[in-house]
């Protein structure tokens, strides 16, 4: 959320295609209103003014080179999209494409929305959630000194100036390479030790065991693989035919021994087709 779509589109190109995903959601699109108190905050973009493709995040040129980049990388986008309000905190003003807007007498010419195109309220009982991000309830995503966005900077596999990628942390992209190749496959091989010990495979392509208990997991168990030697993409990657984390060897009859620690910063173990030495790393 709150990336500019230039970003996002240099993201889709560089990474999240290459690395198997599939989508990413982003901010609300639509033109909303400028919140000054507090200053910029995150929820301004759920604040609509009109339907017009303006915000901090960028221009509808700009959005739509976005789509078409991620698109030819493979990545859908997803859009929050806000329909069911206008910009709730009355006043009046001009939102972030420069629209005049009227709250106070429910006047949006943008659209056009006028007085008779709202309810008082009494037909919705829903309510706005709050989001809790950042440091606090209010702050706006990173910015430069005029508040404007701040770009995403690159440094290795994480974000700087002021951003955390989650979506390139190891767990998290190795996990979408799991999904992408054990899709279509069935869960199979179910393992129970206790209470917050499990184990599982998803057909022939991969299996995952997963430790919430205060004792490890250390036993033999059936995974479903074909005999090999196994990268835990939790632990690591495969990197020039070498597991920089765990190695799992699978033997012939398709079990493994398998040791997930209970005090681990990851009590998690998973191994798939696209991370077996001696074949072509995949991830989709």
Known sequence: FEWKWNDIAAECVRFLGPYGFCAVQTSPANENRIITNPYRPWWERYQPVSYKIHTRSGSEDEFRNMV????KSGVRIYVDVVFNHMTGAGGQGFGTNG??????????????????????GS???SCDMNIHNYDNGEEGPPHNSDMTTASVQISGMSCTNGWSCEHRWRQIYNMVGFRNMVSGTALNNWWSGADYQIAFSRGN??????NLESFDINQNVQTGLPAGRYCDVISGDIDNDRCTGKTVEVY??????INVCSNCDDPVL????????????RRF
């Open 270 to 281: 998973a191994i798939h087709v696209g991370a077996k030495i001696g074949s072509p790393p």
């Open 123 to 125: 037909l919705c009982h």
């Open 99 to 120: 629209t005049f807007y009227d709250g106070d007498n429910l006047h949006f010419p943008g659209v056009p929305y006028g007085p008779t195109d709202f309810n008082d």
């Open 68 to 71: 078409e980049k991620c698109n």
């Open 252 to 257: 012939n009859d398709g079990t493994a021994h």
């Open 205 to 210: 392509k991969g299996f995952i065991a997963l």
